[in-house]
């Protein structure tokens, strides 16, 4: 596990989202609102990306884009994004590697029972930096936490 903290470079990435390829060096000069959830069209990460999605004028008025990155492929992408009217770009990592380069692979617990899966968490990039960082993310509340942090960079 990768052990980030604010102020350290932001791990490289590339990924593939519905609209096309997406890198982090594509946000040169710019915020980037990276998120990892567990699994599309499941209740919290529902809830999470509506959030996010509600307030993306906020966030584009801040300079600020959201990508929400998941081991889920771009057709669950598609069918999530359509299902919801989602405004949030959603990308895929299928075998993990992004996920874990983030420290964001993480074991888990279940009625006892342990088992690795992702852990809901949230990395406000600029300049190539981890400028804040979220582990652990409740979703009540985090966008509108999130997007404050963006307003103040």
């Not at 102020?7 to 000069?29: H, I, M, R, W």
């Not at 990308?91 to 006892?112: N, Q």
């Not at 949230?122 to 190539?128: A, N, P, V, W």
Request: hydrophobic residues 40%; contains cysteine; charged residues 30%.
């Amino acid at each position: 596990m990768t052990d980030l903290t604010e102020g350290a470079k932001a791990p490289d990435f590339e990924l593939e989202t519905p609209e096309g390829p997406v890198k982090l060096a594509d946000f040169a000069g710019r915020t980037l609102v990276l998120y990892f959830y567990p699994k599309d069209d499941t209740p919290g990460c529902t809830n999470e990306a509506k959030a996010f999605t509600e307030l993306a004028p906020q966030f584009a008025k801040a300079g600020a884009t959201v990508l929400g990155v998941s081991k889920d492929s771009l057709a669950a992408h598609r069918k999530f994004t359509d299902k919801y009217g989602l405004k949030v770009r959603l990308g895929s990592d299928p075998t993990g590697a992004v996920i874990e380069r983030y420290g964001s692979w993480v074991e888990k617990s279940l009625y006892g029972r342990k088992y690795m899966g992702i852990d809901r968490s949230t990395f406000l990039i600029r300049d190539g930096v981890v400028r804040k960082l979220w582990r652990k993310v409740k979703v009540a509340g985090h966008a509108q936490a999130v997007l404050e942090a963006a307003d103040a960079l």
